[in-house]
């Protein structure tokens, strides 16, 4: 799957009592809107994952989205 990053984002994900918390900057969050986008057009297959050895920051807890149907 190819992703469509904005140049200068920062996504953050982190878990904590039982709540996940997205923090990201504009950029951050048109990147996670194009990814999203794609993912409900069935045109980035059926889920991705990103973590911080992949596209977010250091000490983010890892985020997967899928899509169901």
Do not use: C, K, P
Not at 10 to 20: D, F, K, L, Q, S
């Amino acid at each position: 799957m190819e992703f469509h990053w904005v140049d200068g984002y920062e996504i953050t994900v982190t878990v904590e009592n039982g709540a996940a918390t997205i923090a990201a900057n504009r950029e951050g969050l048109l990147s996670l809107a194009n990814h999203l986008a794609a993912l409900a057009e069935g045109a980035s297959g059926d889920h991705f994952h990103l973590d911080a050895y992949n596209s977010l920051e250091d000490g983010s807890a890892e985020l997967i989205v899928e899509r169901t149907a």
